[in-house]
């Protein structure tokens, strides 16, 4: 039976680069009119969740107004989650929210200045579209943080290195996979030609 899935995605110009991640591909789509009994039943329905844009620690944001926060945390529990925005992995951490999430995230070109980061528009703007493809080909499959790092990986500006060490998972059986480990290309072809059910011959 397949997944049911939900985007929550707050109506923000700069953050139009993850449409990407979604488009065309018959998920719910929630953009504006965020009212938390309508967010609650929507959750409800629904396994698998894409909570995307601005936020900060505690929760995502639509403007100045937080629309997730501690409030959902419960019924999140046993959801498959993407959580993109900054800061989203303590909002996960603290309440042990399963699936791929972001720390600190460079989308814009004063957050890169706000954390030192050399980079020019152009190659913020590579980094957002290539960072986007990689989460759409890779979203929810079982080894998807390797998978995306292997394909976003593959840009080696300064923004994108920041990014990509600053991507977590954290499968349904509480394991979480550390973000500062070292791309291993060849082996994690070869766990997904596995899990694939490729036949490989030798």
Known sequence: M???????H???????FLIEIYR???????????????LEELILKHQRILFLGHGFHHGLL?????????RFAPILQNKELVGIWCFAKSF???????GFYTDMFISEFPEAQVMGVQATESEIEESNREFARAVRK????????????????????????YNQERLCFRGMDGRTIATDLPSIPQLSTLLDLLKDGWELEL
């Open 2 to 8: 397949k997944k049911q899935t939900l985007v929550i």
């Open 10 to 16: 707050p109506e923000d110009p700069s953050t139009d």
């Open 24 to 38: 065309d591909r018959g998920f719910t789509e929630i953009r504006q009119d965020f009212h938390p009994q309508k």
């Open 62 to 70: 639509h403007f100045y107004q937080t629309i997730i926060d501690q």
């Open 92 to 98: 996960f951490d603290q309440h042990q929210l399963k």
């Open 138 to 161: 890779n979203l929810f499959h079982p080894n998807c943080h390797q998978r995306i790092l292997n394909d976003y990986g593959k840009l080696s500006t300064a923004v994108a290195r």
